[in-house]
């Protein structure tokens, strides 16, 4: 339908301008706010999709009103539905769509107050936040028609470098804030709340494998191209699939921060019940870590320099956990050394080290 000049119009022209803006915020090289203005954007474009919706179906019933029958007002105005509230009152978005908007909804309280400048967010978020875009847009022609759709879109950001230093790696780890750090496990539990088919839907999260192309038949062809899962052979579908699992980020379903992940106490009793005539103690498996320097000193400067394979700092509690790895490793260790742990107290106490890959299985 095309909407005349009135309240509905007004309200929609609104949201389709704080759709485009938040595309705008987002696609700017040098935003350090992205992530924050993209998301406050897009939670108003949809607010404000609905009360337009709901203002053309239902008139300003769309409005808190207290028990007497009043509008209930915030400086005067009246107080509509917040977005929580829409999408409970209109009640037929489809899981994954719903599930999506929930998990903004959740996030932008949670960065309300927080200052995050660091990348490292609009990355792990990149397939939600295409998501809500595609099904903003979907809902806006549901609503009132193709004659609004929106053509802009979100496009991938060039890259100054394919490989990013060591140097830099390190240096985005230590600049982690607790923050931030709460703000990325948030994000992986609310993932690991979904069930499969929500999480592997695109309407909840966008999922894209980026392989250059070698060459182009046809010099006319696009850079970037999007595969229609449904024309696919099955041939097609069985490679996809493959590399999908190497590049699936989500592997168990468990709400819990650092799941998999052991205290020293259980390091040393998970190893205890792999030995078969040895044991390590809790001063040993400290020597050993020192020895084969899997993670900093107490204390360091640069507590995220770990070898991860064995060993990640958890920042909130400041202090290291260790990795199912790191127990494999020490139980074949200990079974094949010649070296007592009066040796290896010694070596440690001399600032000798071992290396890993020399005493590998």
């Known amino acids: 339908m095309k909407l005349r000049k009135g309240k509905t119009k007004s309200i929609l022209d609104a949201s389709i301008d704080s759709a485009l803006l938040a595309v705008e915020i987002y696609n700017k090289p040098r935003t350090t706010f992205r992530s924050e203005g993209f998301i406050t954007m897009m939670i108003m474009a949809w607010t404000r999709l609905f009360h337009a919706y709901f203002n053309s179906t239902i008139g300003d019933r769309y409005y808190y009103k ?4 009043r509008y209930n007002t915030v400086d005067g105005e009246k107080k509509a539905w917040e977005l929580v509230t829409c999408i409970k009152k209109y009640g037929e978005l489809p899981p994954a769509v719903e599930s999506n908007l929930n998990f903004f909804i959740k996030l932008r309280n949670k960065i309300e107050h927080r200052h995050i400048e660091k990348r490292e967010v609009d990355t792990l978020i990149f397939g939600e936040c295409q998501s809500l875009l595609f099904n903003y847009e979907s809902q806006l022609i549901d609503f ?3 004659a609004y ?5 979100l496009v991938y950001s060039l890259q100054f470098s394919q490989i990013r230093s060591q140097q830099q790696v390190q240096a985005n780890r230590s600049a982690l804030s607790k923050d931030l750090s709460e703000i990325v496990a948030f994000i992986e539990k609310y993932r690991n709340t979904l069930d499969d088919d929500t999480y592997n839907s695109q309407e909840y999260s966008i ?6 192309k070698i060459s182009n038949t046809n010099r006319a062809d696009a850079a970037v191209e999007f595969v229609k899962w449904d024309s696919l052979s099955d041939e097609d579908k069985d490679a996809y699939e493959k590399l999908n699992v190497i590049i699936k980020d989500k592997t168990v379903k468990i709400e819990a921060a650092n799941v998999g992940r052991l205290k020293p106490s259980e390091v040393v ?3 205890n019940e792999g ?6 103690t809790q001063n040993l498996h400290t020597i050993l870590y020192k020895l084969f320097e899997i993670r900093p000193a107490k204390g360091s400067d640069e507590p995220f320099n770990t070898q991860e394979e064995f060993c990640h700092y958890d920042e909130p509690h400041n202090d290291y956990v260790y990795q199912d790895a790191w127990v494999t490793f020490l139980i074949h260790f200990m079974q094949t050394t010649e070296l007592e742990p009066s040796e290896l107290r010694k070596k440690q106490l001399n600032g000798e080290k071992l290396d890993v890959d020399q005493h590998r299985m």
Not at 149 to 153: C, F, M, V
Not at 275 to 280: A, D, F, P, T
């Open 66 to 69: 207290k028990k007497n029958g």
């Open 144 to 146: 009132f028609g193709s």
């Open 149 to 153: 759709s929106i053509n802009e879109a």
């Open 207 to 212: 999922k894209l494998i980026q392989i250059p």
């Open 269 to 271: 009793k998970k190893v």
């Open 275 to 280: 030995l078969n005539g040895k044991s390590i």
